[in-house]
């Protein structure tokens, strides 16, 4: 009987630790982000958002880790918000006219890979983050493709960034 309760003791032990590891992952989340939730229910509620949210990441990562998935992820400033209540974007319209060519015939007996990684080759380079500016997506999409263009004219690989431009008030 003593050691089932010294077993119980290092359990729960334990789960305080890993409790105390997420709360100290959530007060550097809220202060990175600039989070304040003034009111104990409130900080309560996105705590918890946050801590699946964790979960889900850690989950996944482990995955990548262990090679199932290729990509890995981490937490984002809307993290500790629900899905829905994130940032959403119009969809893409695509005309319906819109037909895929077929480029068989213009590269002749080429045989075309199934896919390419273009970081093993050294064209792209780190993931950049776009802030709060809501619709920096296609500038994003844009730098990227200046950075390869660079990369196979120049053989350089140089990162570039984009300056946000805030409009202002005038008098």
Sequence with gaps: MHTLFCIAVFASVDSIAVALTDLEQ????????EKNYPHPA??????????????????HNAKYEAG?????????KYSDLPKEQWPQLPPLL???????DDISEDIGNVEIPEAIDWR?????????????????CYNFGA???????????????????ILAM??????
């Design 120 to 136: 093993e080759k050294g064209y792209v380079t780190h993931v950049k983050s776009e802030g709060a500016i809501c619709g920096d």
């Design 94 to 100: 695509i005309s319906d006219n819109f037909i895929e």
């Design 26 to 33: 959530w007060k550097e989340f809220k202060h990175a982000h």
């Design 42 to 59: 409130t900080d309560a509620y996105h705590y918890a958002i946050f801590q699946k949210s964790l979960k889900e990441v850690k989950e």
């Design 166 to 171: 805030v409009p202002t008030q005038l008098p």
């Design 68 to 76: 199932e998935v290729t990509y890995s992820k981490k937490l984002v």
């Design 143 to 161: 730098i990227g493709s200046l950075e390869a263009f660079n990369k196979r004219v120049n053989g350089e690989l140089v990162a570039l960034t």
